[in-house]
Structures are given as C-alpha cells and as structure tokens.
T-cell receptor, first 114, second 111 residues
Framework: SQTIHQWPATLVQPVGSPLSLECTVE??????LYWYRQAAGRGLQLLFY??????ISSEVPQNLSASRPQDRQFILSSKKLLLSDSGFYLCAWSVGVGGADTQYFGPGTRLTVL | DQQVKQNSPSLSVQEGRISILNCDYTNSMFDYFLWYKKYPAEGPTFLIS?????DKNEDGRFTVFLNKSAKHLSLHIVPSQPGDSAVYFCAASEGGNKLVFGAGTILRVKS
C-alpha cells in the first residue's frame, strides 16, 4: 500500500531564516506530487505540483520554491521566510494522467514564523 | 475568484441524524468532485468522489449528490456519529489533476 511521509511535523523559524520541508511517497511509482498551504481558517491553496522528476509548476507567485530531486521525493524551500509564510503545509500524491485523479495527503507540517 | 464555495462555515447536528454539507462551484468545466475530511493538525482524508457523468455516488454512510445544472454538490452523512466531527472540504478538478478546494465546513455532531 502507498504511504506518504512529511517532516518535520512542526517547525518554528525566525523571519529571514531558510526553510526546507520534505515529503516522500512509498509504494507507488511516478506519482504526481503537490504542495498545499492551509492558512488559519482558510481552505487549501495549491502552491506547486510536479508530474515528474525536475518538473515543477508553480501556482502562486511567492517566497517559496519546490524541487523534485527523485521520483518520490518533493521538497519545499525558502531562502528567507516571511511572517506570512506561517501555516499548515501539506504534501499530496496522485497517480493518473488527468481525468478522475484522487489526491492523498500527508500528515502536514505546522510552520510558525516569528 | 472563488471557483468552489462552501457557504456554511459550520454545521451542528445531533448524533443519529442526517448531516448535509453543501458546496457550489462556478466553473462549468469541472468534471470531477471530491469530499475530504480533516481533523485538526492532520492531513485531509479522502472520503468520496463523483464524476460529472453521474448524479449520485454512495459509500456506506456517505452519499454525494451532484446537480450540474445548479452547479451544486452535497455530501450526506447518515447516520451522523460523534467521530464525524471534523472539517469537510469539497474539491473539484477540470480534466486534470489540479484540485480547487472550498474553504471548508466545520461539522459538529452532538451526542
């Protein structure tokens, strides 16, 4: 069966510090991978998605970037965090080439920027 | 531009009764719809989905109804249980793998 891991679970970082969040998927090959952010009291906002190694699409211009160095690894980064980067970050995976494509989420990372 | 809207921020239901969560969308090109359940500090869990070629899909206590002419879908939970208390998100996609989410509805099931 497929599993998705995210770490760390929680993170407190000062403004201006770098960020690296990691997501890995097991039990599937060539998944589509996604990064979402949920701000307090808000829905899920798609930040990045990837259909393959090295292929990243950005949905929202911002202070963040994503990379996919391996098939089942997805990394969310920032060089300098802003207060507005605080939120709950979720990684998700799916398989499929369009059409009915259900996404499955990881446990999330709670990021607080002080 | 909110393409997927959940206009009720919260809903309170008595245990054993029916919970009805609603979702409206504006993009007529959406062809796949999903409901997710989320507990605090956890990732969303997939509940049920429906393709635009159907108007109903049922899975145990959960049924999703789709009214394409009204651009409206709903999730029915019968009977509601205290463990159903969570935030429910509806989501939609247009011929691909990018999902657009609503803002969520908090469901509280009272025992």
């Amino acid at each position: 069966s497929q599993t998705i891991h995210q770490w760390p679970a929680t993170l407190v970082q000062p403004v201006g510090s770098p960020l690296s969040l990691e997501c890995t998927v097991e039990g599937t090959s060539n998944p589509n991978l996604y990064w979402y952010r949920q701000a307090a009291g808000r829905g899920l906002q798609l930040l990045f998605y990837s259909v393959g190694i090295g292929q990243i699409s950005s949905e929202v211009p911002q202070n963040l970037s994503a990379s996919r160095p391996q098939d089942r690894q997805f990394i969310l980064s920032s060089k300098k965090l802003l207060l507005s980067d605080s939120g709950f970050y979720l990684c998700a995976w799916s398989v499929g080439v369009g059409g009915a494509d259900t996404q499955y989420f990881g446990p999330g990372t709670r990021l607080t920027v002080l | 531009d909110q393409q997927v809207k959940q206009n009720s921020p919260s809903l309170s239901v008595q245990e054993g009764r029916i919970s009805i969560l609603n979702c409206d969308y504006t993009n007529s090109m959406f062809d796949y719809f999903l409901w997710y359940k989320k507990y605090p500090a956890e990732g969303p869990t997939f509940l049920i989905s429906i393709s635009s070629i159907k108007d109903k899909n049922e899975d145990g206590r959960f049924t999703v109804f789709l009214n394409k002419s009204a651009k409206h879908l709903s999730l029915h939970i019968v009977p509601s249980q205290p463990g159903d208390s969570a935030v429910y998100f509806c989501a939609a996609s247009e011929g691909g793998n990018k999902l657009v989410f609503g803002a969520g509805t908090i469901l509280r099931v009272k025992s």
